[in-house]
T-cell receptor, first 114, second 114 residues
Framework: DTEVTQTPKHLVMGMTNKKSLKCEQH?????MYWYKQKAKKPPELMFV???????INESVPSRFSPECPNSSLLNLHLHALQPEDSALYLC?????????????FGPGTRLTVL | AQSVTQPDIHITVSEGASLELRCNYS??????LFWYVQSPGQGLQLLLK??????LVQGIKGFEAEFKRSQSSFNLRKPSVHWSDAAEYFC????????????FGSGTRLSIRP
């Protein structure tokens, strides 16, 4: 199984809502990532988990809260988002963390904040 | 720190024509180089990667790339494009450190003329 799955595919939420994005991989990878991608832009790294511990936080606002319950799962909890947070949120995984490891990407969650 | 530049924002080629997408990187040591492709609304798929060894790298979908240290380049090529190759292409560079990230270029959008 070489897939990274993400749910939901689409999410529309109001600025006062609380929602979560989910990501799963069964490749035995020990690093998992959250990226944010705006239209016509490259992915921007948000968080990196290595061996279920948060290793990189790219100064992301606290309204985004990541969680790694186990080595296969990665969540992104969303609360009090702003319209400018509307974007494609991509999850990725790799065998280990570090810029020398190829990352496998999920299809993304298209988030719209009203 | 490493960086990557994709000079071409948008390229249009005719179906069946050859393709070359440019990528220039900046890094003091031997870089880890990647080409990813993203179809509209989808995640990123790895086309090929270069870590060391043979400077001509073969990838999936008939793509290849050549690492040229003297020119700090890693250009992507395909001898004959198909309409299904229309997508966004990202060059990325990483470093050999567990704390490093993959840095993406700004992307090149490829359109195919029938």
């Amino acid at each position: 199984d070489t897939e990274v799955t993400q749910t939901p595919k689409h999410l529309v939420m109001g600025m006062t809502n609380k929602k979560s994005l989910k990501c799963e991989q069964h490749m035995g990878h020990r690093a998992m990532y959250w990226y944010k991608q705006k239209a016509k832009k490259p992915p921007e790294l948000m968080f990196v988990y290595s061996y279920e511990k948060l290793s990189i936080n790219e100064s992301v606002p606290s309204r985004f809260s990541p969680e790694c319950p186990n080595s296969s799962l990665l969540n992104l909890h969303l609360h009090a988002l702003q319209p400018e947070d509307s974007a494609l949120y991509l999850c990725a995984s790799s065998q280990a963390s570090g810029g020398y490891n190829e990352q496998f990407f999920g299809p993304g969650t298209r988030l719209t904040v009203l | 720190a490493q960086s990557v530049t994709q000079p071409d924002i948008h390229i249009t080629v005719s179906e069946g024509a050859s393709l070359e997408l440019r990528c220039n990187y900046s890094y003091g040591a031997t870089p880890y180089l990647f080409w990813y492709v993203q179809s509209p609304g989808q995640g990123l798929q790895l086309l090929l990667k270069y870590f060391s060894g043979d400077t001509l790298v073969q990838g999936i979908k008939g793509f290849e790339a050549e690492f040229k240290r003297s020119q700090s380049s890693f250009n992507l090529r395909k001898p004959s494009v198909h309409w299904s190759d229309a997508a966004e292409y990202f060059c990325a560079v990483g470093a050999h450190s567990s704390a490093s990230k993959i840095i993406f270029g700004s992307g090149t959008r490829l359109s195919i003329r029938p």
